[in-house]
Structure formats: structure tokens, C-alpha cells
């Protein structure tokens, strides 16, 4: 009974569908329930949320992330499964909060002082939420100063930077650097993406990280955090 | 419909390659293939890769006369740092070009609109401040807006602005066609001086068959009143649906359209 409730579940998440009322990735889906009202149900039936979010949705979203890989999936499709991931854990929060289960953990996302470029950011916000981090967007053109700031005030796990442009991307050095005269470096690891990053540019200036895509960020925080724990 | 050839651009990894390594032919190349292909323009970006300032500078010096030394279509700089459009312009020997281009910001508007005032220059104007991307269209007016008024103010004449209404993909936000379409339309009746013009390809971000997507939207902000337009002109079916669209917009002519079948550039 719970098995099919998750697989249901699972089934939904790669189809892409918040509601009933949604379509999905085949056709013919609009009218049967979406993952909001399958995350209700499996609650009713007494179904452990720790179950739901492990096996329900972070395996759809591992499977979401395989399809847009070998393009099978192109964004509207991967983005609409994040949503619905997104949806339902905020019907699972406070289920959470009772049973003390802890959150995965926060991040920080912004893109840096003279930048304004937010798809790429927002993309990967979407992605984070489905993996069931809580993301506070501080927004784009954000200056080192505002983010440590931030960063200070929320002690999140994690802080995202994202440069479109080769010309702003050094903010992020920028930004880090700040981190560590503010003597906050330690508390946070930074994960950082953007067109003109790569691996090279993101251990030049000691970031702790670098996500290709929203899959990747999402795979390079769950390796961070498992240092942090181990 | 002006057509501004997008291909020399340092985000594009082999162009970046070949400006890395000063490869004249092939840069020289793909000025040449656009000139050919129908381009009205050639966009020039040397990007922004790390380094002073000076060596900018020195990148979009090269590229602006390897470029110049291979077609004679007139150049669109593209860049936002005023010390590297000057630089373009100082080596620049064509009357005619495009600053590619300005924000609503005032600093960035004093500066690159002083470079624009008294020459033979059109000015690439994004809808947009500093607050980031316009959501809807009535922040994007607002941006029109204060151009306008601190260009016109420095002698930049109206005739020369051309606003870029943005465009962001479709695949992300589904809203967004019919504002970019929406905000061309009110920026055409507001000022009817000024021109616009868009980046094309970002409608397309994430899709399959993006050319596709490209060319049925062309045709859409054509009738919206598009006048200047930012892509790949080695599509070859995207450049006949331009002079389709010309035509079925009065912009051009039935005769015109002919001439290009008989020139053999059109591509069903």
C-alpha cells in the first residue's frame, strides 16, 4: 500500500505535475491526481514524510536529471518537476517540523554586484527547492558587502553566486574574500555557477564548489554536506 | 528589417579561442560569411575575459580592424565599457555604426551617449535599470523612459535609439512573448522616432528545434513593429523569412521578395 503510494508519487514528480489538474510529461495525464494531492494522501495514510521526500522525490529528481542529460527532457520539463517537489514539501513541512525531522539545510543564492542576469540563478533555485533545501534569493547586482551581510545575519550551510559575464565574475573573488575578513568563511560553504565559470576559476579563488547546471549544484552540495557530517 | 549578424562573439567558445590566439582567417571568415549571407551589420564582441582594462581595450582594437579589413558592412561594438567603445571607435574607418550598448543607468547613459551624440552612430538601448531584469512591460517603459530623456538631453537625437525591448526564454517563463511583443508595440507608439530591436535566440533558451522557435517568432515581433533584429545569419531559412516578413509588412516590396528568389537565397 505505502509502496504503491510512493512509486505513485515517484511516477508523478517525473511527470511533472504539481496538481490534478496539470499536464505531464505523456499525454492523457490532466484530471488524475498530481504530487500535491498524492503527498496529502500518502500523510492521511499515515505514510513517514522522511520516506516520501527520500524515496519519492529525490529518486524522481535523480531520474528528472538523467532525461534532461541524454536530452530526452528539455527545461520546461525538468522545471516543472522541480516545482512539483517544491509544492509538495511545503504541504510536508510542518509534518517535518512534528516529527523532528530536520531540514536539509539553507542556502544563499545571489546573483553578484553588476550582474543582472537572474534565469540562470532562479533555474537553479527551482532545482535546490525540489531537492528540498529552503533557498533564500537575495536577487541579482548584490554586492560582496550585502551577501556577507546575509550570510552573517542567516548563518545558512551554503551561499550560491552566479556571474553571467566574464566582467562581473570577479566579484565573486570579491565576495570571498570578504567572507574571510569578516571571519565567516568557515561557517559556509560556497558553491558557485555561472556561463563563464569552471572548475579551474572556482578553485582559483577558493570557492568550495562549482555546478555546471542545477543537477550538478544540487549533486556538489549533497557531497559537501556529507563531509561537513562525516 | 535590419539585420545585426551575431557570430563574432566572444561567449562563442571558438570565437573566444580565436581571439585568444589572434587568428585573423578565421575571425576574418565568419565577417565574411555574414556579409555574404545578407548580415546589414557585423556585431564585434571581444569580450570581457580576465585582464586590465587596457587589455580590452587592445583585444576589440584588433578584432575592429581585422574585421574592417575584411567586409565593408558597417560594425556594431559590442560591449557596455565605455573606455572599449572608444577604443573600437578610434580604430574604426566606416561612417556609419551601432553601439551595442546601454542601460538606463545614468552614468553608463553620460558616457556612451556622449560617444554617440554628433556621430553617424545608432545606440542599442536594453529596457532595463539596475534593478535587474523588467518583469513586466511597465518597467521596461520606465526605463524607455529615462533614456530617452537623459540621451535627448545630451544630443543624442531620438532617430538614433535603438530600444531593445528584451526578450527572455519562453521555456522559463511563458508570459514573456507577448510582453517583449506588447512593450515593442508601446515603445513604437511612444516614440516614434526611435527603432527597436532584438537578440532573438534567447526566446528559444532550453528548447528543441530552436531555430524553429526563432523563426516563428520573428515573424510575430515583425508584425509587432520590430526594426532591427540580432541573429545568426547563416540561417539561411531564418533570412528568408526576414524578407518575408518585409514584405508582408510593407516594409518591403513583392519585387523585393523576387529579386531574392531570383537571387536564389530563399529557402523553403
Given at each position: 500500500m505505502a509502496e504503491d503510494m510512493i512509486s505513485l508519487i515517484r511516477e508523478n514528480v517525473i511527470q511533472g505535475r504539481v496538481t490534478q489538474d496539470d499536464e505531464g510529461f505523456d499525454e492523457g495525464k490532466v484530471g488524475q491526481p498530481g504530487v500535491s494531492e498524492l503527498t496529502e494522501k500518502a500523510l492521511a495514510q499515515g505514510i513517514n514524510p522522511e520516506d516520501i521526500i527520500k524515496r519519492g522525490f529525490s529518486e524522481a529528481m535523480v531520474v528528472v536529471g538523467q532525461k534532461f542529460e541524454i536530452e530526452e527532457y528539455f527545461l520546461p520539463d525538468m522545471l516543472a518537476s522541480a516545482e512539483a517537489v517544491g509544492a509538495a514539501m511545503e504541504i510536508l513541512e510542518p509534518h517535518l517540523v512534528k516529527s523532528g525531522i530536520k531540514p536539509k539545510g539553507k542556502i544563499i543564492v545571489a546573483t553578484v554586484k553588476g550582474d543582472l542576469h537572474d534565469i540562470g540563478k532562479n533555474i537553479v533555485s527551482i532545482l535546490l527547492r525540489g531537492a528540498g533545501y529552503t533557498v533564500e534569493d537575495l536577487g541579482n547586482n548584490i554586492t560582496p558587502q550585502a551577501i556577507v551581510d546575509a550570510v552573517a545575519k542567516e548563518r545558512p550551510q551554503f551561499l550560491g553566486l552566479s556571474a553571467l559575464l566574464t566582467s562581473t565574475r570577479i566579484r565573486m573573488r570579491e565576495t570571498i574574500e570578504l567572507l574571510t575578513e569578516s571571519g565567516v568563511r568557515d561557517k559556509v560553504k560556497v558553491i558557485i555557477g555561472g556561463a563563464p565559470i569552471s572548475e579551474e576559476f572556482a578553485q582559483s579563488i577558493g570557492a568550495d564548489g562549482y555546478g555546471a547546471d542545477g543537477f550538478e549544484a544540487v549533486r556538489v552540495m549533497e557531497a559537501l554536506s556529507t563531509n561537513v557530517e562525516g | 528589417?535590419?539585420?545585426?549578424?551575431?557570430?563574432?562573439?566572444?561567449?562563442?567558445?571558438?570565437?573566444?579561442?580565436?581571439?585568444?590566439?589572434?587568428?585573423?582567417?578565421?575571425?576574418?571568415?565568419?565577417?565574411?560569411?555574414?556579409?555574404?549571407?545578407?548580415?546589414?551589420?557585423?556585431d564585434v564582441n571581444a569580450g570581457m575575459e580576465k585582464g586590465s582594462c587596457e587589455q580590452q581595450m587592445a583585444t576589440m582594437e584588433w578584432l575592429v580592424e581585422v574585421v574592417q579589413a575584411a567586409t565593408d558592412k558597417p560594425l556594431a561594438i559590442d560591449s557596455d565599457i565605455p573606455g572599449v567603445i572608444e577604443a573600437a571607435l578610434h580604430k574604426y574607418r566606416g561612417e556609419r555604426l551601432i553601439i551595442n550598448s546601454v542601460t538606463a543607468e545614468p552614468e553608463k547613459l553620460d558616457s556612451i551617449g556622449s560617444l554617440t551624440a554628433g556621430r553617424k552612430a545608432w545606440l542599442v538601448a536594453l529596457a532595463m535599470g539596475n534593478n535587474g531584469m523588467p518583469k513586466d512591460i511597465e518597467e521596461r517603459l520606465a526605463a524607455c523612459e529615462l533614456i530617452m530623456t537623459h540621451l535627448t538631453r545630451l544630443g543624442v537625437?531620438?532617430?538614433?535609439?535603438?530600444?531593445?525591448?528584451?526578450?527572455?526564454?519562453?521555456?522559463?517563463?511563458?508570459?514573456?512573448?507577448?510582453?517583449?511583443?506588447?512593450?515593442?508595440?508601446?515603445?513604437k507608439s511612444r516614440y516614434p522616432e526611435a527603432r527597436t530591436v532584438l537578440g532573438l535566440s534567447n526566446i528559444s533558451y532550453g528548447l528543441p528545434n530552436r531555430r524553429l522557435v526563432n523563426r516563428a517568432f520573428l515573424l510575430m515581433a515583425a508584425y509587432a513593429g520590430l526594426d532591427a533584429v540580432i541573429l545568426n545569419p547563416l540561417d539561411a531559412k531564418m533570412m528568408s523569412f526576414i524578407k518575408v516578413a518585409d514584405m508582408l509588412t510593407g516594409k518591403g516590396t513583392p519585387r523585393g521578395y523576387i529579386r531574392a528568389h531570383r537571387k536564389g537565397i530563399l529557402v523553403d
Open positions: - | 528589417m535590419l539585420v545585426i549578424g551575431e557570430n563574432i562573439n566572444a561567449s562563442n567558445r571558438s570565437v573566444a579561442k580565436a581571439l585568444a590566439r589572434r587568428d585573423r582567417p578565421f575571425l576574418q571568415d565568419l565577417a565574411r560569411a555574414q556579409a555574404v549571407a545578407g548580415a546589414d551589420f557585423i537625437k531620438a532617430e538614433q535609439i535603438f530600444f531593445d525591448p528584451l526578450l527572455f526564454p519562453i521555456a522559463v517563463d511563458t508570459s514573456q512573448g507577448l510582453v517583449t511583443l506588447k512593450t515593442i508595440d508601446q515603445i
